[in-house]
């Protein structure tokens, strides 16, 4: 079946985007040792059509700062309504080039920050309606797609020093012998995962023992720990946590960009008798030298550096890659612009030889990413060696396809697109500031709505 069935003449006639928000920090489900008060939210895209085909994307947030998204999403909305679905998906590399760099609003990027994370929203709305209309999951879709086809969506423009089309084209070309063996695995297996979800830094002690004890009685093997805020308290709970787990299970810290780079390599050396596979984001996302540093310095010492949850684009991505910085790549499926930018990640990755642990949880990341890794190792990577997709099972009620596992393992999608649709009740109810959800928070004094508040308005012409 065409990767265009469908499309000569229908439109995108529409495209709404709303503000979706969830109290997690109630609860400090999501805290970590930068963001202790998270509120686990999204800019919720949905591309309509003048058929009845949609297509649903996301970006994640967590909370204030979701509606900064949401209007660069409709500053952006002009550049997909009012054209043929064919014309957006026959070169969908110039779609993107149309988003990342449209003339204006690319001086509030370019390719970063709120406008990337908006060009994201609308690319994986998109790319949800391509896979729809083919009526493939997204992974199949990408699976089913001719090595040149699929290459043909990426932007290749700043990253052509260290990967061309063509390397591209023959990397996936060269890993096609196997690939029905490969499929039949993963719908039987599964992909392995861990779990973050006992290791939020908000936790008390009494609730990261509980939970850990209920995952193991459920088979988890691989348990991530937040840290960064308190070196004692940081080693009295990694002992906490090696002590339940045992030596034969997988334990990973993280950081979420606490430290500086000196700071990072001393930290990570008092907790490294907790025998820990990896440190994840040690310090700024942007450093690339920085992080090169760290891992240096803490690989005699079998640690690992894992990254790239906040990386702006796939030249940050390139950069660390190129230079060793990278032990394990942690693609996110909203930070960057969406399924070509991740997939140029991916092949990044492929080529330096480095394995992809794709950062999840949140708002849909575990729906969205499972497609991603599962398409890398039918048709990319082949293996599953030192590579696991992140767990966390806040909030997987909201969405009506959820991520599936299995002993552990997340099984692949059956249903048609990339299984961000929520729940039209969800969207309702937790529609921010005026959702029923919120309102009751609000009325009984559970959550303060930062914007009821006065704000003080500077008057420069006050007193002159």
């Not at 700071?263 to 942007?286: F, G, N, V």
């Not at 599962?374 to 060696?385: A, E, H, M, N, P």
């Amino acid at each position: 079946m065409s990767a265009n069935v469908g499309c000569d003449a229908t439109k995108v006639r529409g495209l709404s985007v709303r503000d979706i928000r969830f109290p997690t920090s109630l609860q400090s489900d999501g805290s970590d040792a930068i963001h202790p008060d998270p509120d686990y939210s999204c800019a919720y895209v949905i591309v309509y059509t003048d058929s009845d085909l949609k297509g649903h994307g996301l970006t994640f947030t967590i909370g204030r700062g979701t509606e900064l998204v949401v209007q660069a999403v409709k500053s952006l909305a002009h550049v997909v309504v009012g054209k043929k679905l064919k014309d957006i998906f026959t070169n969908f590399c110039v779609t993107w080039r149309q988003l990342t760099s449209e003339s204006q609003l690319r001086w509030v990027g370019p390719e970063k920050g709120i406008i990337h994370l908006a060009v994201a929203a609308i690319v994986n709305a998109l790319w949800d309606l391509w896979a729809r209309m083919n009526c493939k999951p997204m992974w199949k879709f990408l699976v089913d797609m001719e090595p040149e086809q699929l290459v043909s969506t990426i932007d290749f423009r700043y990253i052509g020093d260290v990967l061309k089309p063509e390397e591209a084209v023959k990397m996936l070309k060269e890993m096609e012998s196997g690939k029905d063996a490969r499929e039949v695995h993963m719908r039987q297996k599964g992909y392995p995962a861990y779990t973050t979800a006992a290791g939020w830094l908000g936790y008390s002690q009494e609730k990261i023992e509980r939970l850990l004890k209920q995952y193991m009685v459920e088979g988890w093997r691989h348990f991530k720990l937040k840290v960064g805020q308190n070196l004692q308290d940081d080693k009295r709970r990694c002992k906490i946590v090696r002590d339940l787990i045992g030596s034969d299970k997988t334990l990973m810290v993280d950081a979420n960009q606490k430290w500086d780079v000196d700071q990072a390599i001393a930290w990570m050396k008092e907790l490294a008798p907790y025998k820990p596979l990896w440190i994840e984001e040690p310090t700024s996302p942007d450093d690339v030298l920085g992080h090169l540093e760290v891992a240096k310095a803490l690989k005699p010492l079998g640690i690992g550096v894992a990254s790239g949850e906040m990386f702006q684009n796939r030249v940050i991505f390139k950069q660390m890659l190129q230079s060793g910085a990278l032990s394990f790549c942690q693609i996110d499926a909203c930070r960057v612009g969406g399924v070509p930018e991740v997939l140029a990640i991916y092949l990044m990755a492929k080529k330096f030889n480095v394995p992809v642990c794709p950062h999840a949880g949140g708002v849909g990341l575990c729906e969205m990413v499972q497609h991603l890794q599962i398409w890398d190792y039918i048709s990319l990577s082949g293996t599953t060696k030192d590579r696991l997709i992140e767990y966390v099972d806040h909030l997987r009620g909201h969405f009506k396809y959820p991520r599936v596992l299995k002993d552990c393992h997340y099984m692949p999608p059956i249903s048609a697109g990339y299984s961000v649709e929520m729940w039209e009740k969800t969207l309702m109810d937790f529609e921010y500031p005026y959702g029923p959800e919120w309102k009751k928070l609000f009325a009984n004094g559970s959550y303060v709505d930062p914007s009821a508040a006065p704000t003080p308005v500077c008057d420069h012409t006050h007193g002159l």
